[in-house]
């Protein structure tokens, strides 16, 4: 995910050189990566209910393993961002999305267990990983587009969080978890969701008008705005209740859908 969103702004900045592409796919794909075992490790309780399937739980990986993972990932992590030939301002913006992976995912703040406030972060770092793609073609500047462009891939992320908290509720009410389904009910998290369901609609249809991206971003934003709202009218249906997790698997396609047709529709 990291990576293609990152790609996307590099894309957009008009900028399609190889070595380019994989240096800034690559560092914001690892960055992203490294929440992935700080999760499995706090949420270790709520997987044996939701996931049982995840590392800890299935004793795919030890604690002790789990632990010296993430030492190595964030001694990796700065190591690249230090070594990296990156302009000053995208250095900056991997700083800041290797940050926000720390508060998402681990105490003492760990934002995943905090209501709207996980949907936010994840929102945050993902338009953080799409700047930096660009900025690190463009370095100081900016471009109408991206305003638009950002609040499209935020809103994706956070529709799909929301959707997953009130898919996994009865395991994070086990777990101590509080996230927002639990703070504020099950259908208003779902209004909150098709609200930002709609707005991912409206700046899709909106960037394709002002900016100068073609056809190609206009058949699989298209695409992916069909996909948005039929998961969302489907999953209205009964709150997630009979296919679980199926669910957020259909609300998360868009995550993946619009970054591409960015690249695609810069070409």
Known sequence: MGFITSVAGVSLAGMFNLALILKIGLLFWFLHSIAHPINDHIDRESDKIGRPNAPIPAKLVTLRQ???????????????????PLN??????????????????????????????????????????????????????FEVLLIPLSFLIGSTHIMAKI??????????KRSGRNTLPMQ???????YIA?????????????TYFIGNLNIIYLFLGG????????????????YG??????????????????????????V
Not at 223 to 238: K, Q
Not at 252 to 260: D, E, M, R, S
């Open 66 to 84: 789990v632990k010296v993972i993430i030492l190595l990932d964030y001694i990796i992590a700065v190591l690249l961002i230090l070594i990296l």
């Open 88 to 141: 000053v301002l995208t250095r900056i913006l991997a700083t800041i999305f290797l940050v926000i992976t720390f508060i998402f995912s681990a105490p003492p703040i760990h934002t995943n267990a905090r209501g709207i406030l996980a949907s936010i972060t994840i929102a945050i770092a993902f338009i953080i990983a799409f700047l930096g793609g660009w900025t690190e073609v463009v370095g100081k500047g």
């Open 163 to 172: 959707v997953v908290d009130i898919v996994d509720i009865d395991s994070d």
């Open 184 to 190: 504020i009910g099950i259908k208003r998290s779902f």
């Open 194 to 206: 098709t609200v930002f369901g709609l707005l991912i609609v409206f700046m899709y249809l909106l």
């Open 223 to 238: 695409i992916g705005s069909v996909i948005t709202l039929i998961g969302l009218f489907r999953f209205r249906e009964d």
């Open 241 to 266: 209740r009979e296919l679980g997790r199926e669910y957020y698997k259909i609300v998360t396609l868009p995550t993946y859908i619009f970054p591409i047709a960015i690249i695609l529709g810069s």
